[in-house]
Every structure is written in structure tokens, then in C-alpha cells.
């Protein structure tokens, strides 16, 4: 395949302004492009601020399998199945269930732990080169358990990361106290916690614009906003987007960096990719005394706490089947609730703002979809709640991929 010297990217978030770099970096004039008004405004803006490197477990498990009849029916308020009956979703349910295996639950963990990794070396190597500030802070990571089975799991898959050379250890409850006192005021049973002391936090969004800025100045990418693209051609020996007005755009290559959309807009040019969009949510509180400086998650509650500064985050909820972004403010309520029933005094409630809703691009093994189908077209899409984590790692690993001999 022939090496590209003009690009076109689809999608201004952390992935896709991370593939920017990598290839600005390569000689090729990028020319990004987004519906919305600015940079990292879609899942990039209000995801959980945590670059979880050593957290990357697959989401379809053995474990999960068991579960998924409860799910269907309503039982769980962090994880909601809403049905559908359109043929993608279908494809991706049976992929997803193919994928709820131990075998397979393991194989997909470490791949993507693997990405974590290079995209944990690729922000070093990034950061070592420009100074560029977005509140990163080495916070460390504790992972809630509230039952002794579910902690023995936790121990598990810990282990098969510590054997990977991962740095992750079980802690009783007293011991993670004494790291983390806000733990104290856990309103639930705590019988355990995994505790990764060197992983960061920091804002997404903020670190989107600024790399944008760095590559504008330095490699003279441009950026289109407000460009909603309707359709690609990558049939001939270029590839050609055009967008909702009519305007048509040329380059070498484009690529689609959209996140829970790309699915969507690649079935237009015949090419079928299995992501699908799994909605989150989150708010911003102000810290309070009791505030972890550690990152927190809750397990069964499936929510993460990010302090930043002397706000905090909380994030959380699993939503399948509802592709709508708009803020549905039952499930705000439910991720409040469930917030304020783990960890009570780690924000004050009465004062929450920023209410958001954002769509995860799953896939159904959980690790992105890095390919090039075609001379003219290639794809970094489908990181699920992991985007940041793994965008500066699926970046590089894309330019190589187009840079291929």
C-alpha cells in the first residue's frame, strides 16, 4: 500500500487528534474534522479523567454471562440493556456473547493491556518532547470490593496482570485506609481492595485541545469544525469526504476517528465494523474534607471518583441500546443516588453541575478496531471506556500500520 502524504481524520477527540500526531509527526498534512464546535466535545469531554494503564479488562466475561438475564431485566441500576431489534445491534450482541468466555475474557484483557502500555510509553515520549499542562497527577487507583467472591475474582485477574509485570497488589481494608483515609466513609461492607499506587489522572479535553494546538503550530495541521461528514469514497486513488453541505474534501487517505458514529458512517461506503455505542454519564461536585485523593472506583456500582483539583468527578452507568446522547435525567438521578450511597461524603451533592451523557464505542472483544481496508481508507475506532487511556498507543501503532512496508 502506498504511504499517504495528505489525510483527512474524522473526529477531533483524544483518539483522533492523537492519530494526528502520530502521523503529522510522519510528514503527512492532516486536516481534522468534526460536527462539533471544538475539540474532545463528544465521549472525550466527560469520560471518568483517569488514564487507567493497568485496567484494561475486557467487558464481556464468564462472569458477565451469568449475569446478563438480570440485566435484561432491569435488575441492575448500573447496567441497563435496553432492547433493539435493528440488525447491527443484533451482529453485535452475538459477537459480544462469543466473547463472555474465561479464555477469551483473558486473551482480550492483555491485548489491551499491551496497548496501555505503548500509549503509557507513547505520553512519555510525548510529554518528554513538549510541555503541555492538563492537571495529570500520579493519583494511584483503588478498586471497592464489597464480597469475598467478588474480591477473590479481583485477586485473580490482579495476578494475571502482576505476571505481566504489571504493579498491583491486594489490600485489606484496614491497610487501604491508611493510604486513602476517605475510605472511612464508605457507607458499604469493604472487604477488600486492589490498589495500583501509579496510575494518573488529569482532563481529557484539555489535553485534546493542547496536543491540537501543538500540531497546528508545528506541523501546520488544520482543523474543521462544525464539518459533519455524510459519506466517504475511498474507491479510487484517493479518498473523497463529503460533508452535509454538499462540500467535498480530498486527500490520499481518510481516516475514521468517530468514535461510537464510525460504525454507522462506514456501513455507508459497505464496510461493517461491530461497534456499538454504550452510554454513560457523569457530574462534577465540589471536594469536600473527605475527598479521596486516590482514584476510586466501585466495582459493583461500577463508578469511578477522580478528584481534580478541588472539584471531583463521578462517573459511571452502562447503558446499551440507548444511541442518544441527551442527558435522560432518571439515569442522572440513579448515578447520583448510587454515588452518594458509596461514598457519601466524597463530594458535596447539593451542588453538582455538568451534568452529562456520553456514547462508549464498544466493540465486542473491548479493544479497538486499528485497520486499513483499503489503500485510501483506514480506521482507529471503538476504545469503549478506555479512549484516553489508549488513544496515544492506537495512534502510533495506526501510523505504523499506514507506514508499513
Same mark, same amino acid.
Given at each position: 500500500?502506498? $504511504?499517504?502524504?495528505?489525510?483527512? /481524520?474524522?473526529?477531533?477527540?483524544?483518539?483522533?487528534?492523537?492519530?494526528?500526531?502520530?502521523?503529522?509527526?510522519?510528514?503527512?498534512? !492532516?486536516? !481534522?474534522?468534526?460536527?462539533?464546535?471544538?475539540?474532545?466535545?463528544?465521549?472525550?469531554?466527560?469520560?471518568?479523567?483517569?488514564?487507567?494503564?493497568?485496567?484494561?479488562?475486557?467487558?464481556?466475561?464468564?462472569?458477565?454471562?451469568?449475569?446478563?438475564?438480570?440485566?435484561?431485566?432491569?435488575?441492575?441500576?448500573?447496567?441497563?440493556?435496553?432492547?433493539?431489534?435493528?440488525?447491527?445491534?443484533?451482529?453485535?450482541?452475538?459477537?459480544?456473547?462469543?466473547?463472555?468466555?474465561?479464555?477469551?475474557?483473558?486473551?482480550?484483557?492483555?491485548? @489491551?493491556?499491551?496497548?496501555?502500555?505503548?500509549?503509557?510509553? &507513547?505520553?512519555?515520549?510525548?510529554?518528554?518532547?513538549?510541555?503541555?499542562?492538563?492537571?495529570?497527577?500520579?493519583?494511584?487507583?483503588?478498586?471497592?470490593?464489597?464480597?469475598?467472591?467478588?474480591?477473590?475474582?479481583?485477586?485473580?485477574?490482579?495476578?494475571? $496482570?502482576?505476571?505481566?509485570?504489571?504493579?498491583?497488589?491486594? #489490600?485489606?481494608?484496614? !491497610?487501604? $485506609?491508611? /493510604?486513602?483515609?476517605?475510605? +472511612?466513609?464508605?457507607?458499604?461492607?469493604? !472487604?477488600?481492595?486492589?490498589?495500583?499506587?501509579?496510575?494518573?489522572?488529569?482532563?481529557?479535553?484539555?489535553?485534546?485541545?493542547?496536543?491540537?494546538?501543538?500540531?497546528?503550530?508545528?506541523?501546520?495541521?488544520?482543523?474543521?469544525?462544525?464539518?459533519?461528514?455524510?459519506?466517504?469514497?475511498?474507491?479510487? @486513488?484517493?479518498?473523497?469526504?463529503?460533508?452535509?453541505?454538499?462540500?467535498?474534501?480530498?486527500?490520499?487517505?481518510?481516516?475514521?476517528?468517530?468514535?461510537?458514529?464510525?460504525?454507522?458512517?462506514?456501513?455507508?461506503?459497505?464496510?461493517?465494523?461491530?461497534?456499538?455505542?454504550? $452510554?454513560?454519564?457523569?457530574?462534577? &461536585?465540589?471536594?469536600?474534607?473527605?475527598?479521596?485523593?486516590?482514584?476510586?472506583?466501585?466495582?459493583?456500582?461500577?463508578?469511578?471518583?477522580?478528584?481534580?483539583?478541588?472539584?471531583?468527578?463521578?462517573?459511571?452507568?452502562?447503558?446499551?441500546?440507548?444511541?442518544?446522547?441527551?442527558?435522560?435525567?432518571?439515569?442522572?438521578?440513579?448515578?447520583?443516588?448510587?454515588?452518594?450511597?458509596?461514598?457519601?461524603?466524597?463530594?458535596?451533592?447539593?451542588?453538582?453541575?455538568?451534568?452529562?451523557?456520553?456514547?462508549?464505542?464498544?466493540?465486542?472483544?473491548?479493544?479497538?478496531?486499528?485497520?486499513?481496508?483499503?489503500?485510501? #481508507?483506514?480506521?482507529?475506532?471503538?476504545? @469503549?471506556?478506555?479512549?484516553?487511556?489508549?488513544?496515544?498507543?492506537?495512534?502510533?501503532?495506526?501510523?505504523?500500520?499506514?507506514?508499513? +512496508?
Amino acid at each position: 500500500m502506498s $504511504k499517504p502524504r495528505t489525510a483527512l /481524520i474524522i473526529g477531533a477527540g483524544v483518539v483522533g487528534i492523537a492519530s494526528a500526531y502520530a502521523l503529522a509527526r510522519r510528514g503527512v498534512a !492532516v486536516t !481534522v474534522l468534526d460536527a462539533m464546535p471544538g475539540p474532545a466535545m463528544g465521549a472525550s469531554f466527560g469520560n471518568g479523567r483517569q488514564l487507567s494503564y493497568g485496567y484494561t479488562d475486557a467487558l464481556a466475561s464468564g462472569d458477565l454471562l451469568g449475569k446478563i438475564p438480570r440485566l435484561a431485566l432491569g435488575g441492575d441500576p448500573a447496567f441497563k440493556i435496553y432492547p433493539t431489534l435493528d440488525l447491527a445491534s443484533i451482529r453485535w450482541k452475538l459477537q459480544f456473547l462469543r466473547n463472555c468466555t474465561e479464555r477469551k475474557f483473558r486473551k482480550n484483557s492483555l491485548k @489491551g493491556l499491551e496497548l496501555a502500555r505503548r500509549s503509557r510509553d &507513547a505520553m512519555a515520549d510525548l510529554l518528554a518532547e513538549h510541555e503541555i499542562e492538563f492537571g495529570r497527577r500520579t493519583a494511584g487507583k483503588m478498586l471497592l470490593f464489597g464480597n469475598e467472591k467478588s474480591f477473590a475474582r479481583g485477586r485473580e485477574i490482579m495476578e494475571m $496482570k502482576v505476571r505481566n509485570q504489571e504493579r498491583q497488589m491486594a #489490600l485489606s481494608p484496614d !491497610v487501604a $485506609k491508611e /493510604i486513602e483515609p476517605a475510605l +472511612n466513609t464508605v457507607a458499604s461492607p469493604l !472487604v477488600g481492595v486492589i490498589y495500583a499506587p501509579t496510575e494518573e489522572t488529569g482532563n481529557a479535553a484539555q489535553f485534546a485541545e493542547k496536543l491540537g494546538d501543538i500540531i497546528s503550530r508545528e506541523y501546520g495541521t488544520s482543523f474543521r469544525f462544525n464539518a459533519s461528514v455524510s459519506t466517504i469514497r475511498s474507491d479510487s @486513488g484517493s479518498a473523497s469526504v463529503t460533508l452535509d453541505t454538499g462540500e467535498e474534501l480530498r486527500a490520499d487517505i481518510a481516516i475514521v476517528c468517530s468514535g461510537a458514529t464510525a460504525g454507522q458512517l462506514l456501513r455507508k461506503t459497505k464496510i461493517h465494523i461491530p461497534i456499538y455505542p454504550m $452510554k454513560g454519564y457523569s457530574f462534577i &461536585a465540589p471536594a469536600t474534607a473527605a475527598s479521596p485523593e486516590v482514584s476510586i472506583t466501585d466495582v459493583a456500582r461500577k463508578l469511578v471518583f477522580t478528584r481534580i483539583g478541588d472539584e471531583m468527578l463521578i462517573a459511571g452507568l452502562a447503558d446499551l441500546g440507548d444511541d442518544s446522547p441527551v442527558v435522560r435525567p432518571d439515569r442522572m438521578a440513579d448515578l447520583l443516588e448510587s454515588a452518594q450511597a458509596s461514598l457519601p461524603d466524597a463530594a458535596d451533592y447539593s451542588m453538582t453541575r455538568n451534568h452529562w451523557s456520553g456514547l462508549r464505542p464498544m466493540t465486542p472483544n473491548s479493544l479497538p478496531i486499528i485497520s486499513r481496508p483499503s489503500d485510501t #481508507l483506514a480506521i482507529n475506532a471503538g476504545h @469503549g471506556m478506555l479512549g484516553w487511556t489508549l488513544a496515544m498507543g492506537s495512534g502510533a501503532q495506526l501510523a505504523e500500520l499506514i507506514f508499513a +512496508n
